[in-house]
């Protein structure tokens, strides 16, 4: 162990809330907008350690989700995802390998 640094350093949790928007939004110039929601997953601050400046040490995991909204709108799924099937469209499907 280095001096004044400990082996494992112990935070404690914290809660927060959001000030403003979590979302940009930016337009194309084709047209499509592209949205980035960023987030806090867990944040906390250090017990045990303090950064060399003597300032408070957090830890923070954060998200980035991103969505794309095609100029048209549009977008397409293969059968296969879409639930609500008929039963004439089951009986074309075989059987899974875990049944006789």
């Known amino acids: 162990m280095s001096e004044g640094k400990p082996d494992k350093i112990e935070f404690n949790m914290l809660d927060f809330s959001t000030v403003g928007s979590d979302i940009v939004t ?15 997953e867990r944040v906390g601050v250090a017990t045990n350690y303090r950064n060399p400046d003597g300032s408070l040490h957090y830890a923070v995991n954060t998200s980035v ?3 794309v909204i095609p100029y ?11 639930k609500g099937e008929t039963q004439n469209d089951r009986s074309k499907r075989s059987p899974p390998s875990h049944f006789a």
């Open 65 to 67: 989700k991103l969505y």
């Open 26 to 40: 930016f337009k194309l110039e084709d047209g499509t907008i592209v949205k980035v929601k960023v987030g806090i």
């Open 72 to 82: 048209d709108k549009r977008f397409t799924l293969s059968k296969s995802q879409v």
